[in-house]
């Protein structure tokens, strides 16, 4: 057990102070978000784009490049969602109607995360370059040898791709993307020495089925009041 807890922290020695406290922070504004999200306020995206903002950065540092650019997307994705939102407010300002999704969005989900998939795997071919400072002379480098690391940082990336931008649509079975993103990154975050990160994975998790029950019971007493 001693040996599990030396294992996870250890990367923490070599964290600078700012490090450890952006994760922290980026962690607690991740969480904050889920809990709006789940409560159908509409403050999940100024507390999405605060965390999204500082992943960007966490991520790269971490040469998970797949996380970097869903982060990146999060942020593009949270100020779209901001904009349905506030078009779709209900009479207290705050809350939004939600539904499931049609066969039709799932066709583009399917879609989208084939592209994405594709896309993050691109991403690390050309890794050489990236970790050299996007110097191009390292081309030749570049080889189509990938990670099972790599592999699993470009499914979750399609994952939570597909999360995002059902929750910007107010799709209940956004929630499903995320418990499965959520499951693959806890063990994830731990290899890479992210302990904090994975903590909030485990939170948002919680959260996350939390969210899936009372955006059901949102939609069910919104079709009786319709009725």
């Known amino acids: 057990m001693n040996d599990f807890i030396d294992y996870i922290f250890a990367p923490y020695k070599t964290y600078s102070t700012l490090n450890i406290l952006l994760e922290i922070i980026a962690t607690l504004f991740g969480i904050i978000s889920v809990y709006y999200t789940y409560k159908r306020n509409i403050l999940v995206y100024p507390t999405t784009i605060i965390s999204t903002f500082i992943f960007i950065y966490l991520f790269f540092n971490w040469g998970l490049y797949g996380e970097t650019i869903i982060n990146i997307y999060y942020t593009s994705m949270a100020i779209y969602g901001w904009i349905l939102w506030q078009k779709n407010l209900e009479a207290d300002h705050k ?3 939600v539904s499931w999704a049609s066969k ?3 066709l583009y989900a399917t879609l989208l995360f084939a592209l994405s998939f594709i896309f993050i795997l691109t991403i690390y071919y050309f890794r050489p370059v990236i970790q050299n400072g ?27 791709l597909i999360g995002m931008w059902m929750m910007a649509r107010r799709k209940i079975d956004n929630w499903y993307f ?18 904090i990160t994975s903590v909030q994975y485990i939170v948002l998790l919680i959260l996350s089925f939390i969210g899936l029950i009372d955006w059901i019971k949102s939609a069910k007493n919104s079709q009786k009041i319709v009725s």
Not at 137 to 156: E, G, R
Not at 178 to 189: A, K, S
């Open 134 to 160: 996007f110097d191009f002379s390292f081309i030749n480098q570049c080889k189509l040898h990938y990670s099972k690391i790599d592999f699993v940082d470009a499914s979750t990336t399609a994952i939570f």
């Open 95 to 97: 809350h939004v109607d």
């Open 178 to 195: 995320w418990i499965i993103g959520d499951l693959i990154m806890i063990p994830l975050m731990i290899y890479k020495g992210a302990v």
């Open 104 to 106: 039709k969005e799932y």
